[in-house]
């Protein structure tokens, strides 16, 4: 069977972590991970929070169409998310935050799919997703050293445009 680990709804684990993986038993099998609900790993007492969404990098997709909010909205550094599989997918409606208020540093969102493609149609990610995702995190597009599954790339198919102040 495929494996799937899927969440609609909350998850709350604020100054900690938050980690959504699956991997099937087989590489002939596929694993999911999918969100499409709001994970929430706030910054509290200085202490970061964490999300990480991970499919098996081989086999495996991980979905996100909800909300990952790793922000410090009342003092302290941003968090840290992450979002890798062989596959990662990232839909247009999607909010993603690591913003950290009152001058404080921002935090990092890591793709790291085998292969990824930043196109307004077709892609992993559409270019204005990318663009509205710069104003609150910054982003690091990393690709696994590739497999069989893929070579490694990065495709960047549009233009990508943010103002630098913004984070």
Excluded: C, Y
Excluded at 25 to 41: D, F, H, K, P
């Amino acid at each position: 069977m495929d494996a799937l680990v899927e969440n609609k709804h909350l998850v709350k684990a604020d100054g900690g972590l938050v980690v959504m993986t699956a991997r099937s038993a087989s590489v002939l099998m596929g694993s999911v991970v999918r969100n499409s609900g709001t994970v929430q790993a706030q910054t509290i007492a200085n202490k970061g929070g964490r999300i990480m969404l991970m499919g098996d990098m081989t086999s495996g997709t991980t979905e996100v169409s909800g909300t990952l909010d790793a922000s410090a909205p009342n003092g302290g550094d941003g968090g840290f998310i992450e979002t890798s599989a062989g596959r990662v997918k990232i839909a247009d409606e999607v909010r993603i935050t690591t913003l950290a208020s009152n001058g404080n540093k921002t935090g990092n969102w890591l793709v790291d799919p085998v292969d990824f493609t930043v196109a307004s149609s077709g892609g992993d990610m559409s270019n204005t997703t990318l663009q509205n995702i710069l104003a609150s995190t910054s982003v690091e597009l990393q690709s696994a050293a590739g497999t069989t599954a893929g070579s490694g790339d990065i495709n960047i198919n549009d233009d990508v445009s943010w103002a630098s102040n913004q984070i």
